[in-house]
């Protein structure tokens, strides 16, 4: 297991006075039997009450508003995370055919994650890489689903501002370029068409150390540290993690924050304001292990759970690109 320390922070910097700014984050890391949140806080400047709730997906939602004017806005989440390792997925061979017997009750349990969005279309132009991903695979469902994550790899070409934060995956077939959001959003989609239920997943990849191989690629890939990659749900082996950026397999470096259908029900921090300024947006993410100089594990007094306690309009704070 690795513990680590993350600091997220992003910052809005407005070209005049705004007011009545409502905003929501999802950065507070999930808890489950792979990784646990050991401590959590959130500040904002403009200081404000913050409340949290789960949302449908079950990710930390915490919400906060200013209402008097201002003209900055900092979001500052600080988490100590433990990442476990995943207990090795039963694999009981299970054939395609066999899968297709399976999609009715899928439906019935998963249909969210295996219909359409707008950021997920299905679209004619996967159904040969579908064929290819099948033909690379050996007759299961689960190498279909690991072959399918090595072709989107193959296929698509990292490229920071190759698409923006609101682009559909017609756009980065069409350049075969993209980022790690495009990435899996064509993942989920070549997964979902083929009957896979599949979800995105919102998180951190913890650099490797700079003298290990690969460490100057992840660099440009990784970005800031910001993440996404894909889970799909395979009988018989549960849900399968698939990192189709790095070509690799979701390890002990991976910090998840949010599932959900795509990028849209994810998105790390979004809001509106009341105002006819503009806007610029800048984030810092940075994560280390939790230790101090001499190797003693580092951790804060605080709690792991949420707090108890257009310019005429409402212009939309634009999120962040994974």
């Known amino acids: 297991m690795n513990r680590y320390r993350l600091l997220h922070v992003t910052e809005f910097q407005y070209d005049g006075p705004v007011s009545e700014s409502y905003n929501e984050v999802r950065l507070r890391p999930i808890d ?31 919400q906060f508003n200013v209402i008097p004017e201002h003209s900055h806005l900092r979001v500052e989440a600080e ?11 039963p694999n009981d061979g299970l054939t395609l055919e066999a899968f297709d017997r399976e999609q ?62 609101h ?4 756009d980065s077939l069409a350049l ?36 290990e191989p690969g460490a100057s690629v992840e660099e440009v890939i990784g970005g800031q540290a910001s993440h996404a990659w894909t889970e799909a749900y395979v009988p018989g082996c549960g849900w399968v993690s698939l990192d189709p950026t790095l070509g690799e397999q979701v390890s002990l470096r991976h910090v998840r924050l949010a599932y959900g259908r795509d990028y849209g029900d994810v998105a790390p ?40 306690v257009e310019p005429a309009s409402a212009p939309q704070q634009q999120p962040q690109q994974q």
């Open 32 to 62: 489950d039997d792979r990784q646990s949140c050991l401590s959590f806080r959130l500040d904002s400047i403009p200081h404000t009450r913050v409340t949290a709730h789960r949302d449908y997906f079950d990710n930390w939602v915490h």
């Open 79 to 89: 988490s100590v995370v433990m990442v476990h390792a995943a207990p090795l997925a």
């Open 104 to 165: 009715e009750a899928l439906q019935d349990d998963y249909y969210d994650l295996l219909a359409s969005t707008n950021y997920v279309p299905h679209l004619a132009e996967l159904y040969p890489l579908s064929e290819e991903a099948a033909q690379n695979s050996d007759g299961t469902a689960a190498a279909f689903v690991r072959a399918a994550s090595d072709l989107v790899h193959q296929r698509i070409r990292y490229e920071k501002g190759a698409t923006h934060v």
């Open 167 to 170: 682009s559909s995956i017609q």
């Open 176 to 211: 075969g370029a993209g980022v790690c959001q495009d990435f899996t959003h064509v993942l989920l989609a070549l997964l979902r068409m083929r009957g896979f239920p599949a979800r995105y997943v919102s998180g951190y990849l913890v650099p490797r150390p700079t003298a």
């Open 269 to 308: 921090v979004r809001g509106v304001y009341k105002g006819h300024s503009g806007q610029r947006l800048s984030v810092d993410v940075r994560v280390r292990p939790a230790v101090d100089g001499e190797g003693h594990e580092w951790l804060q007094e605080t709690a792991a759970g949420p707090p108890k």
